[in-house]
């Protein structure tokens, strides 16, 4: 089973700047298309990029687009979520997970974004 430990979280003002790490345990992270997800308060769980094993594909959710970067150290078994020009509806627990997801979560890191 792959351990996901998420870090990086934080208050910030709007049109700051956050970090996101994941660490993956296990070998076979590297062969895994990965995604950060998000759940803000009473709405669903959401994806909000990914990236393929490789690195070489990404995708974003149009609310976040021009704005987060995602990418990954495979060396390293991590992957990293650059979060720019934060805005108050980024506010939510962030995920990392295999994309699509295994069928357990790690503990999330927690943003807020203030106005």
């Known amino acids: 089973q792959v351990q996901l430990v998420e870090s990086g979280g934080g208050l910030v003002q709007a049109g700051g700047s956050l970090r996101l790490s994941c660490a993956a345990s296990?070998?076979?992270?590297?062969?895994?298309?990965m995604g950060w997800f998000r759940q803000a308060p009473g709405k669903v769980r959401e994806l909000v990029a990914s990236?393929?094993?490789?690195?070489?594909?990404?995708y974003y959710v149009d609310s976040v687009k021009g704005r987060f970067t995602i990418s990954r150290d495979n060396a390293k078994n991590t992957v990293y979520l650059q979060m720019n020009s934060l805005k108050p509806e980024d506010t939510a627990v962030y995920y990392c997970?295999?994309?699509?997801?295994?069928?357990?979560w790690g503990q999330g890191t927690q943003v807020t974004v203030s106005s």
């Open positions: 990236i393929r094993s490789s690195g070489d594909t990404t």
């Open positions: 997970n295999r994309n699509p997801p295994f069928d357990y």
């Open positions: 296990g070998r076979t992270f590297r062969w895994y298309t």
